[in-house]
DNA sequence: CGGCATCCGGGAAGATACTG
DNA sequence: CAGTATCTTCCCGGATGCCG
């Protein structure tokens, strides 16, 4: 009888702040490092594994396997297989995990006006939609309707402006009344850089289809809030 | 000429995610372990040192001053000295370090739905008067207008709520409606574990002062959100 | 006593290579 | 493509000790 080496998976006690605070309880579940930015990714919908790390610059494969492991165990995510002939593994969101969105909003919304914030630093796709949902301004929406694609890479996604809201979705593009082709951070110079669109047009960064004083107005709706003042 | 061994304090080039998402820069500021919670902290104005271990079991005195550290450099609290004759040196929030609060509301809102949320663990005083500025329903307290005081420790609170909106300072207690006497959780078993205030006064955690049915309201303004269905 | 430096052990994160 | 295996580095947590 040979000494068997048992590697039973005892499921290692996460380490908890053991505190009631709902905020507290919320850092056990997602204050570990990647884990809020994996699921930033996925508020969109779901994705695979490369394309978590193709979007997450940075973290490595076995990272991302820890985190995704132990998101699913705490029910924000889980892991799918998409119906044949695609069957290929995903990771989606649950519902609980898509309430998440107003944590990266509050987030977002305080850290944009630290003086280190840099907004010419690399920027998914993603991160982009949804700060046009934490971001724009109700007063310069006012009375606009408009559907406003995005052509970033190659998927594309589509924002619905009425009347002082957005919403955002990966979506077709067929009857937008404008599409933006161009990387992610090309598109934050334009809306949050205040790099103008016949700049960014000229370089070769971006370009235009469509109404094109709606784009030139779709740019100004996103105003950065004011950094705070420096004692230095 | 001896060779001298200079140790100049390179300040460690902190580890950032590089990436232009709000959220992500949030992250590179108060992401690591501990950072939220000395914030938390003081929420509600300056603490010392020694408060702030106190008030977070499980920090190490180390982890604290390299926190503290941190946060001061990126301008998210003060150092400051007391005038005399305290004399004390304690940490306070700067402008911008206040403006953290809606990061801890929307953590708290979304972790409260987790089926592992315990709420009978530990709380700090700061985190459960916190807790009622996120967690009050407009609806309930529609037409209220009270003031609560809080004798918790030997520091005592005082919530004013006017018409469906809570406000929540450190402050002296003299004109109070009503005034409770407890430790933050034997308070938190009242409004969010649904023990009676009778029960708990019997077993002497807990004590009223004043208007009896006003507690008695007050105590029920603040429904917890639905856990999530479990699919185990 | 309050605040902070130092040393140490364990564990999490990062980099790279490898496998089905 | 979707991860595992391994190794190294760094961070966290605890203990001790200095110094005002």
Chains 1, 2 share one sequence.
Not at 51 to 77: C, H, K, M
Not at 104 to 113: H, I, K, N, V
Not at 171 to 181: M, N, Q
């Amino acid at each position: 009888m040979k000494s068997q080496k048992i590697t039973l998976r005892e499921p290692h006690p996460r380490r908890s702040y053991e505190d009631a605070c709902g905020a507290a309880h919320a850092l056990d579940l997602v204050g570990e490092r990647w884990a809020l930015l994996v699921m930033r990714e996925l508020l969109l919908g779901p994705k695979r594994f490369s394309d978590l790390r193709a979007d997450l610059p940075g973290i490595s494969a076995n990272v991302l396997t820890q985190r995704l492991e132990g998101l699913a165990d705490s029910g924000i995510l889980v892991r799918r297989k998409l119906p044949p002939p695609a069957s290929v593994q995903v990771y989606e969101l649950t519902p609980w995990g898509y309430e998440s969105e107003p944590i990266f909003q509050a987030l977002g919304r305080w850290a944009a006006r630290s003086p280190e914030h840099d907004p010419s630093l690399p920027l998914s796709a993603v991160s982009l939609l949804i700060s046009f949902r934490t971001m724009l301004d109700p007063q310069r929406a006012r009375g606009l309707r408009a559907r406003i694609g995005f052509r970033i890479g190659d998927e594309s996604y589509l924002a619905r402006v009425v009347d002082g809201r957005i919403d955002v979705a990966r979506d077709e593009l067929e009857d937008a009344d404008l599409v933006f082709a161009a990387s992610a951070p090309a598109i934050a110079a334009a809306v949050y850089g205040g790099r103008p669109l016949d700049a960014l047009e000229a370089e070769g960064a971006l370009t235009v289809k469509g109404n094109r004083s709606l784009a030139k107005r779709f740019v100004k709706l996103f105003p950065l809030p004011p950094k705070i003042a420096q004692s230095t």
